[in-house]
């Protein structure tokens, strides 16, 4: 039961231009959620977050957007750069929770 | 500045053996967390330890499967009798807080490979 879903495996974004990375979850209990970003044969690193309270949170060139009632989050990145091409995990928590549940991941291509 | 240190990074074991994977936290962390990536899926949750507790183990199948976080030295993910379905890369991650801090840090992974 995939309570965190990312339909989109792959996506490719020409340098400069916004990537956005969309994340989709079943559980209304769910009130924290955050990205990571993998590279291969590392561990996710946290790149940013938001809890339930607020609709968007922004760090530098990362934006992450919050639509609880479409029980929607998307990450953009702007402007994309080469080094940002990696997998991007989203993951999402309960009030108390330990676990993380995370997203199947999207895998994303900047193009120089 | 060490982060989360898993090893080994590799291991290949042969149906029916057993596997030892360890995970030490980041200095100050005293919460562990164990993941486990299955190919083309994401990370599933396994186990929540602080030391010498098993906090969460929701996530751990019920056999075979067994994890601790002793007063000293690292955490142990154990895994009896491995499976071909137990290949997988494993993740550790740790915080200091547990759920108040929401941020886990997490180690290289170790990926294990049953032949």
């Known amino acids: 039961d995939q309570q965190v879903k990312q339909n989109s495996p792959s996506l490719s974004v020409q340098e400069g231009r916004i990537s956005i990375l969309n994340c989709d979850y079943t559980?209304?209990?769910?009130?924290?959620f955050l990205w990571y970003k993998k590279y291969p044969a590392e561990g996710p690193t946290f790149l940013i977050s938001i809890s339930s309270i607020k609709d968007k949170n922004e760090d530098g060139r990362f934006t992450v957007f919050l639509n609880k009632s479409a029980k929607h989050l998307s990450l953009h990145i702007v402007p994309s750069q080469p080094g940002d091409s990696a997998v991007y995990f989203c993951a999402a928590s309960g009030m108390g929770g330990n676990q993380f549940y995370f997203g199947t991941g999207t895998s994303l291509t900047v193009i120089p | 500045n060490a982060g989360v240190m898993q090893n080994p990074r590799h291991l290949v074991r042969r149906r029916g053996q057993e596997a030892r994977l360890r995970c030490s936290p980041m200095k100050g962390h005293s919460h562990v967390y164990w993941y486990r990536q299955l190919p083309e899926e994401g990370l599933k949750f396994m186990v929540y330890l602080q030391k010498e507790n098993i906090i969460d183990e929701s996530g751990m199948p019920k056999e075979r499967f067994s994890a601790e976080f002793p007063k000293e030295g690292p955490s142990i993910l154990r895994i009896q009798q491995v499976v071909r379905g137990d290949s997988a890369a494993y993740f550790c991650a740790s915080s200091r807080l547990g759920t108040d801090t929401y941020e886990q840090y997490f180690g290289p992974g170790t990926r294990l490979t049953v032949t």
């Open positions: 559980n209304s209990m769910f009130d924290y």
